[in-house]
């Protein structure tokens, strides 16, 4: 089953949207799989934004991404990564439809609350990267009302 990651960036952590997060995409039919505090190391946030390390904005990106504890998850189910990436919306929140999590909270693109995996390659990579050690075993009874 597919699975994709997750991060609840410092913004959305300091404006205690965690629970509501979680819950858009429990609701949806998703399973969290992993989900850990974290406060980033500047190596670590460089190592995950390295695709963007030419563009202007990447240093400031990097102090962005450590200014505060963020919390990392992995999401599990059908279509994850692109589903996941709908229910996240616009990287530009004045892009970001109503409904999707930066259309709701965000104003600002250097301030836009969560970031979730691009493509199933890139979710596996950055899942090796956040998590290490593997994850907790535990098998998500998929649901017979919401998977076939
Ligand atoms: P993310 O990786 O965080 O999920 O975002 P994304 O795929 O939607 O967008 P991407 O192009 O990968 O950009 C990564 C993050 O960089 C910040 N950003 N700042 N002009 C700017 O100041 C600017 N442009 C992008 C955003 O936080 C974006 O999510």
């Not at 089953?1 to 997750?6: A, C, P």
């Not at 959305?12 to 997060?21: A, F, K, P, S, T």
């Not at 979730?116 to 998590?131: C, R, T, Y």
């Not at 098998?139 to 998977?147: A, E, V």
Request: aromatic letters at 12%.
């Amino acid at each position: 089953m597919e699975q994709t990651f997750i991060m609840i960036k410092p913004d959305g952590v300091q404006r205690g949207l965690i629970g509501d997060i979680i819950c858009r995409f429990e609701k949806k039919g998703f399973y969290l799989k992993a989900m850990k505090f974290m406060n980033v190391e500047k190596s670590f946030a460089q190592k995950h934004y390295a695709d963007l390390s030419a563009l202007p904005f990447f240093p400031k990106l990097v102090d962005y991404i450590i200014s505060g504890p963020v919390v990392a998850m992995v999401w599990e189910g059908k279509d994850v990564v692109l589903t996941g990436r709908r229910i996240i919306g616009a990287t530009r929140p004045w892009e970001a439809a109503p409904g999707t999590i930066r259309g709701d909270y965000a104003v600002e693109v250097s301030r836009n609350v969560i970031h979730g995996s691009d493509s199933v390659e890139n979710g596996q990579k950055e899942i090796a990267l956040w998590f290490p050690g593997g994850l907790a075993e535990w098998k998500s009874n998929l649901h017979p009302w919401i998977y076939e």
